[in-house]
């Protein structure tokens, strides 16, 4: 078999099964395991898909900018977001990320919610301006036009001297085994320090996210409470919830 078809059928293999395994892919192809990694390792390279430890799994579908994101799955936020008001009381201290999810769930608070929302994301804060009984605090830092959050070591340096109740996390990307991780090093950054940062981590994922990687870490699997969904199938979350998550 030529290296382009065994590419070829690596990648329609992946996204049938949202990832490969090497000694499955050498018994399918008839070719030595040496073979499958280095055609893993060339389809890596040219961002075709995430190498892991004995395999291969997808990138996350998203579009990279805040804009092109916002424009996504706008019903299946919703419901997340209707979901995630349940964790709302009182009194709590909220960390909040620039995920456009995140943001919807801000549009839907109730106009008597008494609480404090720190973040980094400047059209969260636009939109809790005009809330009459939520306090905000916005991180500071140097302001990413693209994702239109704040991020650097003033970001991080002031979510250090937190700790919140709750940190709502946007997720690009979320495995069993690579954990939370995203496109972009300093956005990943400033989210582990917001897990860090709180008592409780929730991240709001669309399923389409789930068992997908990409290259920076922003937490251990394990470091999430929960994870509120918009399609909480069993097979999918399984992985999940045998690690004690909370999947909603």
């Known amino acids: ?64 900018s805040f804009k092109e994101r916002s424009r996504y799955h706008e019903d299946d936020k919703k419901d997340i977001a209707r979901k995630a008001l349940s964790f709302l009381k009182n009194g709590q201290t909220i960390l909040m990320d620039g995920g456009t999810t995140t943001l919807t769930l801000v549009t839907l608070f109730p106009p008597t919610l008494h609480i404090t929302v720190i973040t980094n994301s400047v059209p969260i804060v636009a939109q809790l301006i005009e809330h009459p009984t939520v306090e905000v605090v916005f991180t ?11 991020g650097g070591m003033d970001t991080i340096r002031m979510l250090q001297k937190v700790r919140a109740d709750i940190c709502f996390l946007g997720i690009c990307s979320i495995h069993p085994d690579a954990g939370v991780t995203g496109l972009d090093l300093n956005e990943a950054d400033v989210k582990s320090v917001m897990v860090q940062s709180s008592n409780k981590a929730i991240a709001l994922a ?14 251990n699997i394990t470091e999430l409470d929960t994870i509120v969904t918009d399609k909480p199938d069993l097979s999918l979350f399984k992985p999940y919830i045998n690690l004690g998550i909370e999947v909603l």
């Not at 070719?31 to 040219?46: K, Y």
């Not at 500071?140 to 704040?150: C, F, V």
């Open 1 to 64: 078999m030529l290296k382009e078809e065994r590419f070829d059928y690596i990648l329609k293999k992946l996204q049938t099964d949202q990832k490969v395994l090497q000694t499955e892919l050498s018994s399918d192809l008839q070719v030595s395991e040496d073979t499958v990694r280095r055609d893993l390792e060339v389809l890596a390279q040219s961002g075709q898909l995430i190498k892991v430890r004995g395999g291969a799994i997808p990138h996350s579908p998203n579009p990279y």
């Open 140 to 150: 500071g830092g140097l302001i990413g036009k693209n994702s239109r959050t704040a």
């Open 206 to 219: 669309t399923s389409d996210k789930m068992g997908t990687a990409e290259p920076y870490k922003v937490c």
